[in-house]
């Protein structure tokens, strides 16, 4: 089996049970269900009762519908991280916990290097990775597309206590970022970036994972300092595989700064069946 890394320190998140293309999780005190492309299987049996169900609608997005009653939102910790979470009209919920695994390995490499390291992290979203940097002793540069999402990564942590930390939040393109800190000659210790199939800038940039993400990584590459401490690329595409990533990563990375590389799957182990669900792929590479 290709290596897999399963988030396992949740406590305020569990994945219940999966099939029929959904999964069922509870999320704190409440449990929703939503669609999930991966789980092919069928699930065999009757769900329990979740508070919330997430309906697809033909013509795109969907709805919420509520069974029991639920807040529109409402806290879950992981560790001394703590996250808003709101169910959206896209089926999210506000936070992905397979990344738990990436937040773990980032606070460890950063609490490991005795000084405050420039981390910067793109497609930042609500802010997991960013707040996980920050308590370890980062100074972090939050970049993402949209504002609301900028806006819930700073409510975000606020609610961990940490509204005071060196936090940079920018609502830009990544690459129009990334080649203006080029410019301006500015260096990062450790880079993160969890991009999108497919996704838009502010000003209606056009992401395309497959198109775009070699020339990013290049870019990228020139604002790693001389010493760096890891490279993080997180994708959900389908398109791609870690095979891919570890490609480009040998190339622009290893090859001129040596180091070493290792990618794997993320998954979620599934409660009622041990079995664990694909959350997608992580590329790291570190020095
Ligand atoms: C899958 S989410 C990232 C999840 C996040 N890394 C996490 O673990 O919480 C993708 C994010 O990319 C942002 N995005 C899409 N296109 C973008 C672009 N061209 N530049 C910057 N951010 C973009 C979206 O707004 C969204 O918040």
């Not at 979470?85 to 919920?93: A, D, R």
């Not at 700073?154 to 940490?162: I, T």
Request: hydrophobic share 40%.
């Amino acid at each position: 089996m290709a290596e897999v890394k399963i988030a396992r320190g949740w406590k305020d998140y569990e994945l219940l049970m999966t099939g029929d293309g959904q999964k069922q999780e509870r999320w704190g005190e409440y449990v929703l269900r939503r669609p999930e492309p991966q789980a092919v299987w069928p699930l065999g049996k009757s769900w329990s009762l979740p508070h919330a169900v997430y309906h697809r609608s033909k013509s795109g997005g969907g709805y919420w519908e509520y069974l029991q009653k639920i807040p529109a939102k409402w806290q879950i910790q992981y560790k001394h991280l703590k996250f808003n979470i709101e169910p959206t009209g896209f089926k999210h919920t506000g936070l992905f916990p397979e990344q738990a695994v990436n937040w773990d390995f980032a606070m460890d490499k950063i609490s490991s290097v005795g000084r405050n390291p420039e981390i910067l992290n793109l497609f930042a979203y609500t802010g997991g990775a960013t707040a996980a940097c920050a308590s370890a002793g980062a100074a972090v540069c939050h970049v993402d597309a949209a504002k609301g999402m900028v806006a819930r990564a700073k409510n975000n942590l606020a609610l961990s206590g940490m509204a005071g930390k060196p936090v940079r939040f920018i609502v830009d393109d990544a690459i129009k970022f990334v080649k203006r800190e080029i410019r301006r000659g500015r260096k990062y210790d450790g880079i993160i970036m969890d991009p999108p199939a497919y996704g838009r800038g502010p000003s209606g940039e056009l992401w395309k994972i497959e198109d775009t993400l070699y020339e990013l990584v290049e870019l990228c590459a020139e604002l790693l300092c001389d010493n760096p401490l890891f490279f993080i690329i997180n994708s959900y595409a389908s398109t791609l595989s870690p095979l891919l990533i570890e490609n480009i990563m040998g190339l622009l990375l290893l090859k001129p700064l040596g180091g070493s590389i290792e990618t794997f799957e993320l998954g979620l182990e599934i409660k009622d069946t041990g079995m664990v669900l694909p959350c997608g792929f992580t590329g790291r590479w570190k020095k």
